[in-house]
């Protein structure tokens, strides 16, 4: 069985589309026989892709600090919820429990724990594949910014080239399977 470490917010967001698309990467989770690795909250867009991974039988697994566990509600019906000190150790546990992860919609938490992934892997600290899911636009801006940090000669192609996007839950697992399947 395949981990999947999940960055999300803990908030739902305004477009119903991004909880609609949080269920559905949970669902296919669990029933491809892959478990989730996420940050732990009850709560918001994480809250939901739990929910949705553990009502298709899957195993997940939460990773939240002391300090979060009160502020961002953790999820108490998990397979495991792992209490870290603090968000360095938070970080590390998740990469380690993983084996691909994937950005949702959310805020600045969601970005420095992604950007932290993408860039582990560009230092060679770990071959996992990362993806994005552009649900409704959401990271059109960011994926367009980084296609200008290419042409400007600031992020390599290839590095660019690394991070798998897709709009769709499904196409994106897709797309992180067969990377796994050929770095196996």
Not at 82 to 99: G, L, P, T, Y
Not at 169 to 181: F, I, K, N, T
Request: charge should be negative.
């Amino acid at each position: 069985m395949s981990r999947f470490c999940v960055y999300l917010g803990s908030r739902e967001g305004r477009d119903p589309q991004h909880l609609e698309a949080a269920e559905r990467l949970g669902e296919a989770l669990a029933r491809r026989g892959h478990g989730l690795v996420y940050g732990g909250a009850r709560v918001g867009l994480m809250g939901r892709l739990a929910d949705a991974v553990m009502a298709a039988g899957g195993e997940v697994i939460g990773v939240m600090p002391d300090h979060l566990v009160e502020r961002e509600q953790a999820h108490h019906g998990l397979n495991e919820l792992v209490r870290v000190r603090n968000m360095h150790e938070r970080k590390a546990s998740m990469a380690a429990r993983a084996d691909a992860f994937i950005a949702l919609p959310g805020g600045i938490g969601t970005l420095e724990e992604f950007f932290e992934a993408w860039t582990w892997q560009y230092l060679g600290l770990h071959d996992k594949p990362i993806g994005v899911l552009d649900t409704a636009g959401f990271y059109a801006p960011l994926l367009t910014f980084l296609d200008s940090t290419v042409e400007q000669g600031f992020l390599n192609g290839r590095t660019r080239a690394e991070l798998i996007d897709a709009t769709d839950p499904v196409e994106l697992l897709d797309a992180l399977e067969d990377r796994l399947d050929r770095d196996a």
